[in-house]
């Protein structure tokens, strides 16, 4: 396949799957409306970066692998199920503060690489990948599709996503929008929290095959 299809290809099916609800989007909500800007940036940044262990393995054909492996599908979802799992509790558990209703920038700054991380994590250990990937890697690589060209679809899926998620943070952490949740910054927490602990449970109860 030309790569200039290729690219046609996976622009549109990618963003139908960056714009679907899900456990990045939940996330980016949540940091954005609690956090500000910044953390909803960085954590599309750690998303957009997570997106990056999917294409590796998806290059080197292990996605068909764990596709059709019963034992590292389970593995997969018992690691992602779990994280949005311990994510959800600790959002439930979220408690008012007495800072809370003030700018939250100044945190993101401190706890930069942890905001990252807390995106990364969120995306790479997301259980649906594989197969999603597989499906689309089906489409547009073949034996013959030079290294080259994966880079390059690798890398304009990963800027597809970043540029989604930095245009949720964009529109959440606009002043009128943000003045109308920064009171109930807690309520946000609890509320995304228990969107994460259904997530979690609903990828543990799916069938792995």
């Not at 596709?67 to 979802?77: H, M, P, R, V, Y």
């Not at 989604?164 to 910054?185: A, C, M, Y």
């Amino acid at each position: 396949m030309d790569i200039w299809q290729g690219l046609i290809i996976i622009t549109a099916v990618h963003l139908l799957a960056a714009a679907s609800p899900g456990p990045d989007f939940v996330l980016v909500s949540q940091q954005s409306l609690v956090h500000g800007k910044k953390a909803g940036i960085l954590c599309s940044i750690g998303i957009a970066l997570g997106l990056s262990v999917h294409i590796v393995y998806s290059a080197f054909g292990l996605a068909a692998i764990i596709a059709s492996s019963s034992t590292a599908l389970w593995a997969i979802k018992l690691l992602g199920g779990g994280y949005l799992i311990y994510l959800g509790i600790k959002g439930l558990r979220a408690r008012a503060s007495a800072t809370e209703g003030a700018p939250q920038e100044k945190s993101a700054e401190r706890s930069a690489w942890k905001t990252v991380g807390l995106g990364f994590l969120c995306n790479a250990l997301n259980p649906k990948a594989p197969l999603y990937f597989v499906a689309l890697f089906t489409v547009v690589l073949s034996a013959a599709t030079p290294a080259l060209h994966i880079a390059i679809y690798g890398a304009w899926m990963m800027l597809i996503q970043l540029a989604w998620f930095s245009l949720v943070t964009f529109i959440l952490s606009n002043p009128k929008v943000t003045r109308k949740f920064q009171r109930l910054g807690h309520r946000i927490d609890q509320l995304t929290g228990l969107a994460m602990l259904i997530l979690g449970i609903k990828v543990l109860a799916t069938k792995a095959n």
